[in-house]
């Protein structure tokens, strides 16, 4: 559900108990007062209230003076209040499943408004979704996160690090830990084609493995082939994602968009 409509739907939920309420103020966990509240539609901002039970929204608008009591009360003037913001590209993977219990906090993301980190970007993110899952819970972490399957170690599996494409048996086992992953939650494949051994592979075989992950209703997202002039340039690296959606029928993401180097704009004309 997008952050907004949650919001939203925890505020119907809870409206009729506060409504129901005599004139005692309602007792609040936090209340946020005076902020510019952005509820993440399209709707004008409006300066109000957020009031948080427990780990729900309660309330956000404008709250008449003792409508409510709260434990902690925040000034938020000045400030804006928003959804919490979905980081779609991050490596905070490392640090999320650190031994560390200061660095599973992702600190520099929640200081940020990222309240869901993504993670298993440029191909890099493991097949065993379930697993990682299973280790994020059992050692508790400062952001929601959500996870790509990634190109590389699927490939790694079958190929190592060969220069050389998979036999069509290779490609299966390839196809069945996308297919896997895909059903353990993964959000989509991600690929780094920009990085070796990824970048062994022909965009054929990345679009039988795209075709997995769009069947289960995943999303491609890549570290694009090349940025410079390294091998297929910047815009047949744009033209190959797109390719990838088409042939897969995906939605796709670029990551890593950028022209680097200083004979791009004349080689790319
Ligand atoms: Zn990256």
Known sequence: MHQS???LAVLAAFSPSL????????QLDLLLR????YTGDAQTPVVGDVGI???RIVFAGKAAPAQFSARRTIDATGMVVAPGFIDAHTH???????????KRLNIPFVTQGVTTSVIGNDGFGGFDIAA????????PIGTNVAMYVG?????????GEANQAPTPAQLEVMKHHVSQAMCEGALGLSTGLFYPPQNYSKTEEVIELAKVAARHGGIYDSHIRDESMYNIGLKGSIDEVIRIGHEAKLPVHVAHIKALGVDRQSLER
Do not use: N
């Open 5 to 7: 409509s949650l919001l």
């Open 19 to 26: 409504h129901a309420a005599t004139d005692a103020p309602v």
């Open 34 to 37: 005076g902020g510019t509240i």
């Open 53 to 55: 039970m427990g780990d």
């Open 92 to 102: 905070a993977d490392v640090d999320l499943h650190s031994k560390d219990p200061k």
């Open 132 to 139: 990682q899952a299973q280790r994020l819970r059992a050692a």
């Open 151 to 159: 190109f590389g170690p699927v490939r790694i599996d079958q190929l």
